[in-house]
């Protein structure tokens, strides 16, 4: 949807099918990555009214059996990582291209965002460039499996939020290939982990802060635990990292 700004967001609705929380999934987990340092979208909250909705036909979900109505309110809104206007957008590359890609490391530090947030989802990326451009920028979107989706819980399994190619982590070579990003997570504000809950609009949690901040203070005490998620995949029967060195 092209919004106020004049920029390009996907939107996801109230009414998704995934879970309501989601919202608040997307929005937090987002605005945790960016804080850390981590390539992903502006997110905005999108106001869509029942007019609009009314009037364009395109805004209904699919379901298996019927098409419903999305539904009007406060949405989220994460920014299209190029206008269409200006550049291409992909969700897919093949693993021969990725020495295409500007800023292939960051698939590390998002791992470590992923394993603290717990995203019960394989990892998604966006890679994009401007016209022009010879070289993609990978953009890492769709956050709504963190925290387990609607459910708020944190079943940590060694494969879940990693990306499905080992490729994107041949540059893994110790734990000082997930820095800066693993420090800065490990090290965040209180404060600011809570400064970002705080600006989530309540209806995308029925109002149940209480269910919030108890997510939350799950979220910072797994700071401590980023480490060990992290260490439980690269021994995993995957081998994610086989340019790994054991320190002395």
Known sequence: MRCSDGNFYVVKFLNNPQH???????MLAT???????????????????????????????????????????????????????????????????????KNLQAFSGMLVLDKWTGNANGRQAAFWRKLREKKYTAAF???????????????DYPLRGVYARNEVYECVRGWESFEPWLTRIE???????????????PEWYCGQWEELEKLVRTLLARRERVRELIEAFRVSARNPFPAWIEQA
Not at 141 to 154: H, L, V
């Open 20 to 26: 309501l929380r989601v919202l608040t999934n997307e």
């Open 187 to 201: 090290k965040m504000e209180t404060e600011i982990v809570w400064e970002l809950a705080g600006s989530i609009p």
């Open 141 to 155: 979107i769709d956050q709504g499996y963190c925290f387990n989706a609607g459910e708020w819980t944190f079943p």
């Open 31 to 101: 605005r945790l990555a960016e804080r850390a340092g981590l390539p992903v979208p502006p997110t905005e909250v999108v106001e869509v009214s029942d007019w609009l909705i009314e009037h364009t036909p395109e805004l209904r979900i699919q379901l298996a059996h019927e098409a419903i109505r999305c539904q009007a309110g406060q949405q989220f809104g994460s920014q299209y990582a190029v206008s269409p206007l200006a550049g291409q957008v992909l969700d897919y590359l093949p693993v021969e291209m990725f020495g295409m890609v």
